[in-house]
């Protein structure tokens, strides 16, 4: 039984520990806002979702209010994410083949399928909340949000078919959307390998790289590819934005796990330090298993250890009190640096002008900028 002053330890250590928490948020404060750099391209690749989902009539018509909702197009200041995907492939497209509106659809396309895989995301983890309003689930139900998770999938591939509108010849297309298929697909294998991690206690880092690779970089790697591919037929050109992609992927992905480890809800738009509770194999966690001291990582793992029941505050702060003693959150805020330096070399090795390859890096440097 612990007496009064240990009592008071552990509370002055749960409010140290918060304050660490909150301290994060500068390391990924982007010095450049997006929406007002990126403005034009943002506003034409919104326009071009709308018009994609278009204006239904009939009995279905609030499915598609549904998908405005989950977009946050159901008004002028709806919540919605940074659209980093869909940019980077009109960016990918300009540095290759001059004015973007051809590429367009692809955007849609990209951004569509990506929240296709959010909706479903939001379910599987049990989520209320994403950029500080309810998940569509939450509001909707759970059968009615698959159902609109499934229809953006449908409406991102037939956001595909219009670029044949544009001039892009069949062949192309075709290449296009079997990179698509490829890339769903891969994003189907890493939600298996997360959802599944959460109850093994023994998930290495090679492990959660893998995850990753395909949950995270897989995307982020086809929709800057996607520009490339609308742009031309050379093959190396394509490997090398894949490249780029990927290596952004899993940058993005180190700092969205650090994010939902030790950032508040306010800071995050997500529930706090809810990868913890839900025990998810994220890089801090999977890294602190094999680095920690022996009592740490067994400890660790004994929180880690597959439960029915969230975890609750005290084991949340007494994990995080772990991973910060053992390195684990330096050592995730470091590997997203490198990860992202990797894809800033291979934006300044690019054969392209000055300025869609300066665009590029402030795009990424937006995304991730410790």
């Not at 450049?32 to 326009?47: G, H, P």
């Not at 492939?89 to 399928?113: I, K, N, T």
């Not at 899993?250 to 800071?267: H, I, N, R, Y």
């Amino acid at each position: 039984m612990l007496g009064h002053g240990a009592d008071q330890n552990l509370l002055i250590a749960s409010i140290m520990m918060r304050r660490m928490v909150t301290s994060l948020e500068p390391l990924y404060a982007s010095p450049v806002d997006i929406r007002t750099e990126f403005s034009r391209e943002l506003t034409d690749i919104e326009n071009e979702m709308r018009s994609v989902i278009g204006e239904r009539d009939g009995q279905a018509r609030e499915l598609y209010e549904q998908l405005s909702y989950h977009l946050g197009l159901d008004n002028a200041d709806g919540p919605r994410g940074k659209r980093i995907r869909p940019l980077l492939g009109l960016l990918a497209y300009r540095s290759l083949g001059g004015d973007y509106d051809l590429a367009l659809p692809g955007a849609a396309a990209v951004e569509l399928g990506h929240n296709f895989s959010l909706v479903h995301d939001d379910i599987e983890d049990g989520d209320r909340e994403r950029r500080h309003r309810p998940t569509l689930w939450a509001i909707w139900g759970i059968p009615l949000a698959i159902n609109a998770g499934d229809a953006l999938f449908a409406l991102s591939r037939l956001a595909l078919y219009r670029l044949l509108d544009g001039g892009v010849s069949e062949g192309r297309l075709l290449a296009l959307m079997r990179r698509y298929d490829e890339t769903c697909l891969a994003l189907c294998e890493g939600q298996f390998l997360d959802i599944t991690f959460e109850q093994q206690t023994d998930v290495g880092v090679a492990a959660y790289m893998e995850m990753i690779s395909k949950k995270t970089a897989a995307l982020i790697g086809a929709a800057i590819e996607a520009g490339a591919i609308l742009a031309t037929d050379d093959p190396e050109i394509h490997a090398t934005y894949r490249e780029l992609g990927n290596e952004l992927g899993l940058a993005f992905q180190m700092a969205d796990d650090v994010k939902g480890t030790f950032w508040s809800s306010e800071q995050s738009g997500k529930p706090e330090a809810g990868d913890l509770r839900r025990r998810k194999k994220t890089l801090p966690i999977v890294w602190a298993m094999e680095h920690a001291a022996e009592a740490d990582a067994a400890r660790l793992r004994s929180l880690y250890a597959p439960a029915e029941e969230p975890m609750s505050d005290a084991q949340v702060d007494e994990t995080l009190e772990i991973l910060v003693r053992c390195g684990a959150r330096d050592h995730a805020q470091s590997e997203a640096r490198r990860y992202r330096d990797r894809a800033l070399s291979i934006i300044d090795g690019l054969s392209v002008d000055s300025e869609p390859q300066r665009q590029l890096r402030t795009l990424v440097e937006a995304v991730i900028n410790p």
